[in-house]
């Protein structure tokens, strides 16, 4: 059996985070030691350069291979200024010059997506040039690859209140990538996290799964910090997945694994 694991994790929150929520990622990480993390936005809180720094010691500390977009955190709020003419300068001084990074190995096609717009607040959005160039990218996936792509926004609410949060394009976007190929779209934004099927009416499946908020205090209600691990697997020729939520837990200092959904991929 060949087996590659991914480690979601999103909405950091640098300059809100925990201490001791911070050691346990970097402690999980380096126990399982997946193929790639992937950091699903709001790195920071208020995208400022102290934040910043934090969150490239930490991304540094992981020393794994990462995939990082940026959310509507990420860009800055207060300074209206660099907002207009430079919103992305602090995030391309930490993490990088790619804001649509992609990843890519034997098991796993993981596609980075830019959906933060500047003259937005929070509310993400998803270009028809960005759906088709992910689409282009799906389709020249290997046969056994696990086929991933990566927004900030979700792209489907469990909960109705989290409706007005839903990535603008969504409509186009997710179709189009289920036809081209995509089996899971990771997101954040909503510090909730879930695992949600994309059903197409062709009978193909992908699937939507959010993650929590990974080391800040801003959890969602009784939710506790909380991220994602996949595990992919080809045995034989057939293909697996699932998905772990593991949550972090106060008594032992340490996230343990809570629920796990198994993915039934289309092929």
């Known amino acids: 059996m060949t087996m590659t694991r991914v480690l979601h994790l999103s909405d ?6 925990q ?3 911070v050691e346990a990622v970097v402690a999980l990480a380096r126990e399982l030691m997946p193929n790639v993390v992937v950091l699903s936005g709001d790195i920071t809180q208020r995208a400022r350069k102290g934040q910043f720094a934090g969150a490239r010691a930490f991304l540094s500390r992981l020393a794994l291979p990462t995939l990082v977009i940026p959310g509507n955190h990420d860009i800055p709020l207060f300074n209206v200024a660099a907002r207009m003419f430079d919103p992305y300068g602090g995030y391309r001084r930490a993490v990088g010059m790619d804001l649509e990074p992609v990843f890519s190995n034997e098991r796993v096609l993981a596609i980075g997506v830019n959906t933060t717009r500047p003259s937005r607040h929070k509310n993400g959005e998803v270009s028809r040039e960005q759906i088709d160039r992910v689409c282009a990218q799906l389709r020249q996936a290997r046969p056994h690859q696990l086929r991933i792509v990566v927004v900030h926004q979700p792209v489907r609410a469990i909960v109705e209140s989290d409706t007005q949060n839903l990535l603008i ?3 186009a ?4 990538w289920i036809e081209a190929g995509m089996d899971i779209v990771l997101g954040g934004h909503i510090h909730l996290p879930y695992v949600a099927p994309l059903q197409m009416g062709s009978g193909r499946r992908a699937w939507a799964v959010q993650a929590g908020t990974a080391v800040s205090h801003r959890v969602r209600g009784s939710i506790p910090n909380s991220l994602n691990v996949i595990e992919h697997h080809v045995v034989d020729g057939h293909v697996g997945c699932v998905v772990q939520r593991w949550d972090y837990d106060r008594h ?3 996230f343990a694994a809570v629920d796990s959904t198994v993915l039934e991929l289309s092929r």
């Open 12 to 17: 950091t929150h640098f300059g809100t985070e």
């Open 19 to 21: 201490a001791p929520v």
């Open 169 to 171: 394009g969504r409509e």
């Open 173 to 176: 976007a997710v179709p189009a």
């Open 252 to 254: 032992d200092n340490a």
